[in-house]
């Protein structure tokens, strides 16, 4: 089969691999459509992701697929089944899989980070980890459930109420979950900052009521459709420039949301007494704790759209391009079909 294999910082291969066998309780899934991951670029450029990642390891934690084969001990889960995959194995049994906080496993396998997974062919996942899907979702659509179920705890943290006011700075596929989530969650008002134009244009089509150009005066155009204040500010950028901004925009007892990811050494300059005067919230967002079957809900009743912001569906042998050019990003989320 065929796989995106990772080796280091800018070592991506693509190689023929064995097709694995699935073990008792594991399941085969040919693997359809498979989501190009800001943490995906990070590992790549050398960095860590939400864990480290061993040199050997076919990267994509993003995907969804058709069952091929199960293991003897399977019962919820058949050859030709539709599904899609939560990359966040939990062990179950440490102290904060005991204590409900189970996203901070002190054993998690991570599909695509800590083992083998979507930029392949084919990928053995735990049958603990395979969700059925509608058949009225497509492979691509279904690719989109991690993210959206990462969005959904972050948005979770967020406590917007009916009739909130809310900043999203940056729209990409993330800024843009988030947009959707916002308004469904009944903020009234809800702004996306982007400096890309293309980007702009779909977050109105998304829900967004404003949409601004950080470089232009931002303030302003804020004060001039009567924005006082935001209740919720979201950033999707992971900048340290992106970051250093939300807070300053953040309003009086309002909570900022840091869900970008930033380079591991990255660090903010901020003002404790900003802080203090405004009482702000400061928070973050790790993976997606508990919220695989809220995203596939959302998905298979779109409710929530994650398609219209596809640039394009690209081959394995696209990938390193992708993965190592940032003009070829900006222009949207890609999702790698592994038998294009």
Same mark, same amino acid.
């Given at each position: 089969?065929k796989?995106?294999?990772?080796?280091?910082?800018?070592?991506?291969?693509?190689?023929d691999?064995?097709?694995?066998?699935?073990?008792?309780?594991?399941? %085969?899934?040919?693997?359809?459509?498979?989501?190009?991951? =800001? $943490?995906?670029?990070?590992? /790549?450029?050398?960095?860590?992701?939400?864990?480290?990642?061993p040199?050997?390891?076919?990267? =994509?934690?993003?995907?969804?697929?058709?069952v091929?084969?199960?293991?003897?001990?399977?019962?919820?889960?058949?050859?030709g089944?539709?599904?899609?995959?939560?990359?966040?194995?939990?062990?179950?049994?440490?102290?904060?899989?005991?204590?409900g906080?189970?996203h #901070?496993?002190?054993?998690?396998? =991570?599909?695509?980070?800590?083992?083998?997974?979507?930029?392949?062919?084919?990928?053995?996942? @735990?049958?603990? !980890?395979? /969700?059925?899907?509608?058949?009225t $979702?497509?492979?691509?659509?279904?690719?989109? $459930?991690?993210?959206?179920?990462?969005?959904?705890?972050?948005?979770?943290?967020?406590n917007?109420?009916?009739g909130? +006011?809310?900043?999203?700075?940056?729209?990409?596929?993330?800024?843009?979950?988030?947009? !959707?989530?916002?308004?469904?969650?009944?903020?009234?008002?809800v702004?996306?900052?982007?400096?890309?134009?293309?980007?702009?244009?779909?977050g109105?089509?998304?829900?967004?009521? %404003?949409c601004?150009?950080?470089?232009?005066?931002?303030?302003?155009?804020?004060?001039?459709?009567?924005?006082?204040? #935001?209740?919720?500010v979201?950033?999707?950028v992971? %900048?340290?420039?992106?970051?250093?901004?939300a807070?300053?925009?953040a309003?009086?007892?309002?909570?900022?949301?840091?869900?970008g990811?930033?380079?591991?050494?990255?660090?903010?300059s901020i003002?404790?007494?900003?802080?203090?005067?405004?009482?702000? &919230?400061?928070?973050?967002?790790?993976?997606? @704790? /508990?919220?695989q079957?809220?995203?596939?809900?959302?998905?298979? +009743?779109?409710?929530?759209?994650?398609?219209?912001?596809?640039?394009?569906?690209?081959?394995?042998?696209?990938?390193?391009?992708?993965?190592?050019? @940032? &003009?070829?990003?900006?222009?949207?989320? /890609?999702?790698?079909? @592994?038998?294009?």
């Amino acid at each position: 089969m065929k796989s995106a294999v990772f080796y280091g910082k800018h070592n991506l291969r693509i190689e023929d691999l064995q097709k694995p066998e699935p073990k008792d309780r594991e399941v %085969l899934i040919k693997v359809m459509a498979c989501g190009v991951c =800001g $943490t995906d670029v990070h590992i /790549y450029e050398g960095d860590k992701g939400a864990a480290d990642c061993p040199s050997g390891t076919v990267l =994509g934690h993003e995907f969804s697929g058709i069952v091929e084969a199960v293991g003897t001990l399977v019962t919820n889960y058949k050859p030709g089944d539709r599904v899609c995959i939560d990359p966040n194995a939990l062990c179950g049994e440490c102290y904060y899989c005991r204590n409900g906080i189970g996203h #901070f496993c002190d054993h998690m396998i =991570g599909i695509g980070t800590t083992c083998n997974g979507g930029f392949s062919e084919y990928c053995v996942v @735990p049958q603990s !980890q395979v /969700y059925k899907i509608a058949d009225t $979702t497509t492979f691509e659509e279904a690719a989109m $459930t991690e993210p959206v179920a990462c969005c959904l705890h972050g948005i979770d943290m967020c406590n917007i109420k009916p009739g909130s +006011t809310v900043l999203v700075i940056g729209g990409g596929m993330i800024g843009l979950i988030m947009l !959707q989530l916002a308004k469904l969650n009944g903020a009234s008002t809800v702004v996306l900052m982007e400096p890309v134009e293309q980007k702009r244009e779909m977050g109105r089509k998304l829900g967004a009521d %404003l949409c601004i150009n950080p470089s232009d005066d931002v303030k302003s155009i804020l004060k001039d459709n009567g924005i006082s204040r #935001f209740d919720v500010v979201i950033e999707c950028v992971g %900048l340290p420039v992106t970051i250093a901004q939300a807070i300053e925009l953040a309003g009086k007892k309002s909570i900022v949301m840091m869900f970008g990811l930033t380079k591991p050494d990255d660090t903010v300059s901020i003002k404790p007494f900003e802080i203090f005067q405004k009482e702000i &919230e400061i928070k973050a967002s790790f993976i997606n @704790p /508990y919220t695989q079957t809220r995203a596939i809900n959302l998905i298979d +009743t779109k409710k929530i759209d994650v398609t219209s912001m596809v640039h394009k569906v690209a081959s394995l042998g696209e990938l390193k391009d992708i993965l190592s050019k @940032p &003009e070829l990003r900006a222009m949207g989320k /890609y999702i790698i079909g @592994p038998w294009q």
